[in-house]
């Protein structure tokens, strides 16, 4: 029963992906309910814009690295990778995240031991893949606080999503896009767009251009995703290049937002899986492909995370490694140097 719940619950996340695209017959029909979220949205920003409600400015520079759209986008590589970035450039960077399915609201710290269900996949992911400071609550601001009274060396926090948590005040916003861009255009729930497409930012990303042009958009830049050799579950020591598991039955799994751009990195790759999208942030509470006859199963290191009670010696992992632009990582460079901490 569980397993069918599943699988009904991709089928309507991929319709729905799929109508958000085009403006067919669904997007008009959700029209009036997307001018509703649009005058609420609106509302909700001008208390901000207004000075109705405060700003909270942090103590240290704060990077947001978020999207407008519903949706994985390649948000998580991204932060991964901007904070090995502003390392190298002399930084000690700190993250915080909201920590989807994270329990309780208190700030937390995240270590690469922390349970993926009591802290959320993604903090786990960048705190293993980092070793920066990750702290996760749902309140950013308390969330950006404690992580600085914890830590005080460190000087600028990458906020990994949190584009439309406006209390937090920031210093560089970064929005990313993957292939599907805004969609039809449309704000939820005719569309996939959070805020309009027009919202000031000071940069943007678009994972996998090479599937389009980029768009001509101000400061828009190429962010590659590249995958690395495949290392086993049960033993990380054992890598395998993708390209060696061609000519063998191979399944594709992914509980992310964007199940068939990680199904369509592995056909890059030379490979024909077999694929299961699973619903984004999948449990795994237990293991769904016990009944699975193939030889090699392929997931995220986002799901890989969540794998822990259970071991299926077919699962293999494939790491994403995202490569930023020389050219934006001096953009943000410039703006943190010119903000010094208070």
């Not at 995202?322 to 990582?329: E, F, G, Y």
């Amino acid at each position: 029963m569980d397993r069918m719940a599943d699988r009904l619950k991709a089928r309507a996340e991929a319709y729905v992906t799929r109508e958000w695209q085009r403006r067919g017959t669904f997007a008009w029909a959700m029209t009036p309910l997307a001018c509703l979220f649009a005058t609420i949205a609106a509302v909700r920003r001008a208390t901000f814009a207004l000075g109705w409600r405060e700003r909270v400015k942090v103590d240290v520079p704060i990077v947001v690295v978020g999207n407008v759209t519903v949706g994985g986008t390649g948000k998580t590589p991204t932060v991964i990778a901007l904070v090995e970035a502003l390392r190298a450039a002399g930084f000690t960077p700190g993250v915080v995240s909201r920590g989807y399915g994270s329990k309780g609201s208190e700030p937390r710290p995240v270590t690469s031991a922390s349970s993926a269900s009591q802290v959320g996949d993604e903090p786990v992911l960048i705190a293993r893949r980092t070793s920066a400071p990750v702290w996760v609550s749902r309140d950013r601001v308390a969330c950006a606080k404690a992580l600085r009274a914890a830590h005080i060396d460190v000087d600028v926090i990458v906020s990994d999503d949190g584009l439309q948590h406006y209390r937090l005040e920031r210093d560089v916003e970064l929005v990313v896009f993957d292939q599907r861009l805004a969609g039809n255009g449309f704000l939820l729930p005719a569309g996939p767009l959070r805020e309009p497409l027009s919202r000031r930012r000071d940069a943007t990303l678009v994972n996998n251009p090479f599937e389009r042009a980029l768009p001509p958009w101000p400061d828009t830049f190429a962010l590659s995703l590249t995958p690395g050799d495949a290392w086993h579950l049960a033993d990380p020591s054992l890598r395998r290049p993708l390209a060696q598991f061609a000519g063998t039955r191979v399944l594709a799994a992914a509980g992310i937002g964007a199940p068939e751009r990680f199904f369509a990195t592995l056909r890059a790759a030379g490979l024909a899986p077999a694929t299961r999208p699973l619903p984004d942030h999948y449990a795994f509470h237990d293991n769904p492909f016990v009944d699975e006859t193939v030889d090699a199963i392929l997931v995220t290191e986002k799901d890989a995370v969540k794998l822990g009670a259970w071991r299926d010696a077919r699962i293999w992992v494939v790491p994403v490694e995202a490569t930023l632009p020389a050219r934006l990582i001096a953009l943000v460079v410039e703006k943190l140097r010119g903000r010094s901490p208070a």
